[in-house]
């Protein structure tokens, strides 16, 4: 079945630091990836939509300098967030939607616990 | 109104009844209906999809979409205590790019 990774899993920095985080479709091609972002207790929100080749489209409130999205092949997609601050600490999930195939079924990553000090 | 709406919960039911889980979404141009599953501190993970009204029925899952309603529910047989979750409805509508999700009902299964 279609499998999705996320690297890394787990993350600590200092405030103002940059993180980058990784998510490969490992099975299939991923024409499209999103990036998502949950506070605990709360619901998923979807930070981007992210193509193959094109830029991200990015949701509503959702800083585009500041979470930076890139979908340079059809197996992975990074999301940086810069100079991350404390708020930014969260749970960080990323999906990916296979191309071949007709149906627009997510198959998500299993997450990047980010922690900012 | 919310796109997609799902009762919060929690909903509880003993182990072994049927667990009925709902959602009811907005846009009637809505073409795929997708179920998943997300346990605690974990990312969530793909139970049933449906695209025509009806039922589908995948083990102890079965999956109903009325369009006319505008509501698909997911049926658990034989809960178990391991089918203790929040359960995400997500609806796309054709071409939209992505889909909606609902905030998610939590569901406990008591031994």
């Known amino acids: 079945g279609a499998v999705v990774s996320q690297h890394p899993s787990r993350v600590i920095c200092k405030s103002g630091t940059s993180v980058k985080i990784e998510c490969r479709s490992l099975?299939?091609?991923?024409?499209?990836m999103f990036w998502y972002r949950q506070f605990p207790k709360q619901s998923l929100m979807l930070m981007a939509t992210?193509?193959?080749?094109?830029?991200?489209?990015?949701e509503q409130g959702v800083e585009k300098d500041k979470f930076l999205i890139n979908h340079a092949s059809l197996t992975l997609s990074t999301l940086t967030v810069t100079s991350a601050h404390p708020e930014d600490s969260s749970f960080y999930i990323c999906?990916?939607?296979?191309?071949?195939?007709?149906?627009?079924?997510?198959?998500f990553g299993p997450g990047t616990r980010l922690l900012v000090l | 109104q919310k796109e997609v709406e799902q009762n919060s919960g929690p909903l509880s039911v003993p182990e072994g009844a049927i667990a009925s889980l709902n959602c009811t979404y907005s846009d009637r141009v809505s073409q795929s209906f997708f179920w998943y599953r997300q346990y605690s501190g974990k990312s969530p993970e793909l139970i049933m999809s449906?695209?025509?009204?009806g039922d589908k029925e995948d083990g102890r899952f079965t999956a109903q979409l009325n369009k006319a309603s505008q509501y698909v529910s997911l049926l658990i047989r034989d809960s178990q205590p391991s089918d203790s979750a929040t359960y995400l409805c997500a609806v796309n509508v054709a071409n939209a790019g992505k889909s909606t999700f609902g905030d998610g009902t939590t569901l406990t299964v008591k031994p």
């Open positions: 992210s193509n193959e080749g094109s830029k991200a489209t990015y």
């Open positions: 999906s990916a939607r296979d191309g071949s195939i007709a149906q627009e079924t997510q198959y």
């Open positions: 449906i695209y025509s009204n």
């Open positions: 099975d299939f091609q991923a024409t499209t």
